[in-house]
């Protein structure tokens, strides 16, 4: 039925649409592999289910061996078990971000379908699919992409149930909404129930709609909740008695209200990264918004729900004392729907665009034509070493550029011809830009990962010998190693967990001169400026390995394992 609504208001064959997803998905999980963990997101993420898996510890999260409660496990237990089933690697530990930003795309199809009609569910789909931001968190190894399927899962479900005509269904999608805010909140914390409520509250205020209150089904909808949430946080509490407090003081309430993680930006941080996230769609952006705001009643209103859930996350990340690129993540996919919405009513019965669609994608054309006269700029800052991997990311960008003015000069052709085949071709040239460039990374990103020097390295090293971090947390080393590090002076993020386990670390570079004389058998990593300071003291030290950013040595008593 949706299938066949598409083709007879777009022109657009069903078989067209799978032909479409089959390649985009390829795309999408084809590039997994292609580049290297990078620091500090991926590889810590990657470690700390690796260490999961070896120590069959599936309750308290460790990262490096030590103590790590900054977020929930959902994350780690889902790598841990792609590592189980696939084996130890990168695409591995990118699956799970993967697939939940790809499901979350067929999500946004399916609810725009049922609460609008086909095509905008299908626009909404291509909006979302084509949005830089959202491609390229589905493909790094962060909690943001996993948080933000499941947080928008929940909005889905909500607006699902609140569109139902039947009291059953409207019990099932509602206890899906509770279902899917219990797996946000596992997946990095209170915010996953807390970003929901505060945008149900401003949405019941703003539409004074208060009989929606009574269809949310709270009471089993709570026990729901808990019965997902409650046991880990229950287990985890009772083997690490100082959890509560670290999780639910430091983590949440100081993120928000403090500077303590030297996370802090001004107050328009989200701005420019909510422009390039949705830079293809950002022209349909107002309109949208105005469109939702007229259709609100005093009934339930799918568009005003949609841009309270965008303002809501988005002022209120904006006025928090903690920001990073990810935590906008989830505002994504209502502002596709609303945009497929936008898109399908601009399109109406003729399915062609006004002149202002064509000079948007002209525009875009003509910037990706622009940008080839800048490809000298890319490197400029580099490195000595790196200025051959800039080099080399200068032909991604060329391909990425290339693309983008294609599928734009062939949009704004289609423009009055075939309307939905010009959003959709524009769709593909930003897609392509996007995951182009995003894989092209790795021409850069190799190096900083320091995967050719824990290849050449690990065999060299035994299994029970010590390897200390010297002032150094190496986010990505450790998971390529396939090992953990004793961390010297400076622990970074690992404060708190050396501070419940101080056995396990040496709290200055005096322990840790000494530990090392004492140690024949002893590894360390660590800046080739520290090693030159090491050196200059007259430490014995053997280098074993290095490249531009870690040096690796060990004690010069100690001996090769046989190869």
């Avoid at 998971?479 to 400076?490: A, K």
Wanted: hydrophobic share 50%; proline share 5%; net charge neutral.
């Amino acid at each position: 039925m949706q299938f066949g609504q598409i083709r007879q208001s777009a022109a657009l064959h069903p078989g067209k649409i799978l032909l479409l997803l089959v390649i985009y998905a390829t795309l999408w999980f084809g590039t997994l592999n292609y580049r290297h963990l990078i620091p500090s997101d991926e590889g810590r993420y990657a470690e700390m289910a690796r260490e999961m898996l070896v120590t069959g510890d599936w309750v308290t999260p460790r990262y490096n061996g030590y103590k790590y409660f900054e977020k929930p496990p959902l994350q780690i237990w889902a790598t841990a078990a792609t590592f189980q089933l696939f084996g130890v690697g990168d695409w591995q530990a990118r699956l799970w971000t993967a697939l939940t930003g790809f499901i979350t795309i067929l999500a946004i199809g399916f609810t725009g379908a049922r609460i609008y009609n086909a095509r905008a569910g299908w626009l909404a789909a291509v909006v979302l699919a084509s949005s830089p931001m959202w491609v390229i968190s589905g493909h790094f190894n962060s909690l943001d992409m996993g948080l933000s399927a499941f947080l928008v899962a929940a909005l889905c479900s909500l607006l699902l149930a609140q569109t139902s005509q039947t009291q059953s269904s409207t019990r099932n999608w509602m206890w899906a909404c509770w279902t899917f805010m219990a797996l946000a909140t596992l997946s990095k914390g209170v915010i996953g129930a807390a970003l929901p409520a505060m945008v149900f509250v401003i949405y019941s205020i703003s539409a004074w709609d208060w009989k929606i209150w009574t269809r949310l089904r709270l009471f089993s909808g709570l026990i729901l909740f808990l019965v997902i949430t409650a046991p880990w946080f229950i287990l985890v509490a009772q083997r690490n008695p100082e959890f509560l407090e670290f999780f639910f003081i430091h983590e949440h309430l100081q993120r928000f209200t403090q500077d303590a993680h030297s996370r802090t930006g001004p107050i328009y941080y989200f701005v420019p990264l909510l422009f390039i996230g949705m830079l293809p769609w950002v022209a349909q952006l107002p309109g949208s918004i105005a469109q939702a705001w007229q259709e609100r009643s005093s009934t339930f209103s799918c568009g005003w729900l949609l841009s309270c859930w965008f303002l809501v996350i988005f002022v209120f990340f904006s006025i928090s004392h903690s920001k990073l690129p990810g935590y906008i993540i989830p505002v994504f996919p209502a502002i596709a729907l609303l945009i497929g919405k936008r898109l399908d009513h601009l399109l109406g019965h003729t399915n062609s665009l006004s002149i202002a669609w064509r000079l948007q994608a002209i525009g875009f054309a003509v910037l990706a034509g622009i940008g080839f006269f800048f490809l000298s700029e890319i490197g400029k800052q580099a490195r000595p070493d790196e200025i051959e991997a800039y080099a080399q990311y200068g032909y991604w960008i060329i391909a990425a550029l290339i693309a983008l003015l294609a599928f734009s000069l062939y949009a704004s052709f289609q423009a009055k011809r075939n309307g939905i085949s010009s959003i959709v071709s524009y769709a593909w040239g930003f897609f392509l830009c996007a995951i182009i460039a995003g894989t092209g990374h790795e021409t850069l990103g190799r190096a900083v990962s320091g995967i050719d020097l824990a290849n050449r390295v690990k065999n060299n090293i035994p299994a029970n010998a010590n390897l200390y971090s010297v002032r150094l947390l190496d986010h990505t080393v450790p998971f390529y190693l396939g090992r953990t590090m004793i961390m010297v002076e400076d622990p970074d993020e690992l404060r708190f967990g050396v501070d419940q386990e101080p056995a396990l670390w040496l709290p200055t570079l005096d322990d840790f001169i000494i530990r090392w004389k004492e140690d024949p058998s002893a590894y360390a990593i660590m800046v080739p400026e520290q090693y030159v300071a090491l050196q200059s003291a007259g430490l014995p030290m053997q280098e074993l390995d290095r490249d531009s950013r870690r040096v690796i040595v060990k004690h010069p008593d100690s001996s090769n394992p046989t190869q």
